[in-house]
């Protein structure tokens, strides 16, 4: 834990939050560990992104304008598959961002549910209902088969 880096988001990104202490703009919990940065979340997604030839800004476009979802929008950061939704507004400063791995939701209280990642032993509390989250994780999914379909009907 506390490990510096840059380029964490990867496969093996589980979440992205906001951290507020010195020198760390954020947190990125992975199937291995847990690591700080000293940029924000949505630097280092808008990093992922530029790393597959396009920016944070640009996943955002393609998305609202082929699904039609403009609000808390889901990404796709990559072409193999890495993508990731937002919790609340990306520019709301509890924003959690939810990457695509098998995880169950228990209810802990009105607009707090708890994130299980039963295979890594990883859980965390959000400030976000079940409902939301849900909801979010099935716009994601859509996505992600959206543009499978479109890899495939190309050929890409």
Not at 39 to 51: G, K, P, V, W
Not at 68 to 93: E, R, Y
Request: proline share 3%.
């Amino acid at each position: 834990m506390g490990k510096y880096d840059e380029n964490f988001i990867d496969r093996s990104t589980l979440f992205l939050l906001s951290s507020y202490e010195t020198e760390r703009k954020s947190k990125v919990v992975t199937k291995h560990g847990e690591y700080y940065s000293r940029l924000s979340a949505l630097q280092l997604i808008d990093r992922a992104c530029m790393l597959y030839a396009s920016t944070y800004e640009g996943r955002v476009k393609a998305t609202r304008h082929n699904l039609n979802q403009h609000k808390k929008t889901p990404i796709l950061i990559s072409s193999d598959g890495v993508a990731a939704f937002p919790t609340k507004s990306p520019s709301h400063p509890e924003c959690v961002w939810i990457f695509n791995h098998d995880y169950r939701t228990e209810f802990v209280s009105v607009g707090k549910t708890k994130i299980i990642y039963e295979q890594y032993g990883i859980s965390v509390v959000l400030d976000v209902s079940i409902h939301t989250l849900e909801k979010q994780r099935t716009r994601m999914y859509e996505m992600l088969y959206y543009y499978l379909k479109v890899r495939d009907r190309y050929d890409i």
